[in-house]
């Protein structure tokens, strides 16, 4: 019994490392607008798409994907997501389906491209959050959040080295 223990031993580091890999390279998309896309909101819906982008958690790594017809999305600066400038966007896309890597934490702002419907509220801020794997401030927050994938592991861990032990000591 004590070999087998110790066999075991020998793999739980690939394990465990397989583990957090896996949920380290897990990432959501999201679908902007749902199944609306990105559209020209109705007129009474001015702010459709901060609601939605406000309805959902954004973390670092996820990707949003913008859907649509005879449109582009931009993304800008915070003064031109304001003003409605497409002079000088940082990324331009017209295809239909784009999407985009919110490669950071911190705050995006997207606009439609199309002359007059970033003025009528094709437009959008999302806010992105840091890893919360590799974060300990979402848990003082006051946020509710799951239980961390390393947290998980390490009790899977500790149950694992008991159970090793256990089987030693008897
Ligand atoms: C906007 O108007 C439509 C049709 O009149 C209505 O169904 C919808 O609930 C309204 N939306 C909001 C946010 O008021
Ligand atoms: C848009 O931004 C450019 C560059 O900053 C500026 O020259 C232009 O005046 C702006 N246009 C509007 C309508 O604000
Ligand atoms: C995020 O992507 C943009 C555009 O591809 C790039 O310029 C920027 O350096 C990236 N930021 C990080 C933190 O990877």
Not at 3 to 17: D, H, K, Q, R
Not at 36 to 52: E, L, R, S
Not at 68 to 92: I, Q, R, W
Request: hydrophobic content about 35%.
């Amino acid at each position: 019994m004590a070999s087998s223990c110790s066999g075991s031993l020998l793999v739980l580091p690939f394990v465990i490392s397989s583990t957090l890999l896996c949920f380290s390279v897990a990432s959501n998309e999201f679908e902007v607008g749902g199944s609306k896309g990105w559209i020209v909101p109705p007129a009474n819906d001015t702010n459709f798409f901060n609601d939605w982008a406000s309805q959902n958690r954004f973390q670092a790594g996820d990707t949003i994907r913008f859907k649509y017809k005879k449109d582009s999305v931009m993304e800008v600066g915070e003064g031109d997501y304001t003003h409605c400038n497409a002079t000088h966007p940082t990324l331009f896309s017209n295809n239909g389906n784009t999407v985009f890597k919110l490669n950071h934490s911190g705050t995006f702002y997207f606009i439609s491209g199309a002359s007059g419907h970033c003025e009528k509220g094709q437009k959008m801020i999302v806010r992105v959050m840091a890893d919360e794997s590799l974060s300990q401030h979402a848990k003082s927050s006051g946020h509710h959040v799951p239980v961390s994938p390393i947290g998980v592991s390490q009790m899977l861990y500790l149950q694992f080295v008991l159970t090793c032990v256990a089987s030693y000591v008897v």
